[in-house]
């Protein structure tokens, strides 16, 4: 029983990673419906995937070190929330929408401290 809650502690918080980098990118889709020439397309795409490239780094070097993947995700999520809350166009009742990225967010970085930790503990 142990080896299957080791496992899913492996692959679960790895797994959210891709689904969630893969959900980022699914926001620069907009970028085709602004009728913009193909070199606008390609830089807006750029600009729009910044954060899913960086966090797709980030899982990428979390993959062996749990830690940096724990901290960074939870990170995002708090900065998106941030962000969100001192944007001009803020109202309180956005902050339910902050629960679709930052949520899946927390939740993998979350997952990375539990593994990275239970790893640090049975390694002593």
Do not use: C
Not at 26 to 40: A, E, I, P, R, T
Not at 60 to 83: M, N, P, R, T
């Amino acid at each position: 029983m142990d080896k299957k809650i080791n496992k899913f502690l492996y692959w679960t918080p790895r797994i959210l990673g891709i689904l969630f980098v893969l959900f980022l990118l699914l926001f620069s889709l907009d970028v085709f419906d602004m009728g913009l020439s193909g070199w606008q397309i390609i830089v807006g795409l750029f600009m729009h995937n910044i954060p899913a490239l960086i966090l797709l780094i980030v899982l990428i070097i979390s993959w062996k070190h749990e830690i940096v993947g724990g901290v960074i995700f939870i990170l995002a999520g708090l900065l998106y929330i941030l962000i969100l809350v001192t944007g001009p166009n803020f109202e309180w009742y956005m902050l339910s929408w902050s629960v679709t990225i930052a949520g899946p967010a927390f939740l993998t970085g979350i997952l990375f401290l539990v593994n990275w930790y239970k790893k640090k503990n049975h390694s002593q």
